[in-house]
């Protein structure tokens, strides 16, 4: 159990959020070449990422961001602003939360989720790039589907459940209400109940 005063946190970790990496500094992002946002202040968090690009390589060669998020989200997003240095755009997109939670060193569970604003401002800036740049093609969107028609419940939504800790059928209802009018949406939603789990946490 752990003693008053103690961290539940890597090294690493309590490094990157006492110290954290590539913080935008000022409101100017006209020296970069794309720019994504993610979260909602009045959900009390957003995060915005700011890239810059080798056009003849495809590659990332400067990442920096700011935040209103918690420790995990600062410490994960610095930590993902150094990864994605030197790596193409493509394999930049793909970087997991996983990933980025296995560089902190560990990451408790129920905070996967706040690491997850980051890596979306990410892709967000990555699409960006490509808009700016006339590629269209190749925008990733991540259009949610609806699962749960009688509560509105998306695949996105119950990705958010899994990450906020929602580990069985029930704990999933309670997170969201899905499936709790009509429960056509039940063999769809438990499918992906397990897909996320194993997506995140290897479950
Ligand atoms: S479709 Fe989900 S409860 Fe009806």
Redesign the pocket.
Known sequence: MLQAGEWAYSKTLKEHFMNPKNILQGEDTDAFDGVGMEGNLQCGDQMMVVIKVDKEKDTITDCQWKTYGCASAIASTSVLSEMVKGRTLDDAFHISPKEVALELGGLPDHKIHCSVLGDKALRAAINNYYTRNGQEDKVKQEQAKV?????N?TDHDIEDAVLEGARTYFELQEHTK?????????DE?EVLLEKYKHIHFGA
């Open positions: 699962i749960c028609q009688c509560m419940i899905c499936g709790t009018v009509c429960g056509q949406c039940k939603t």
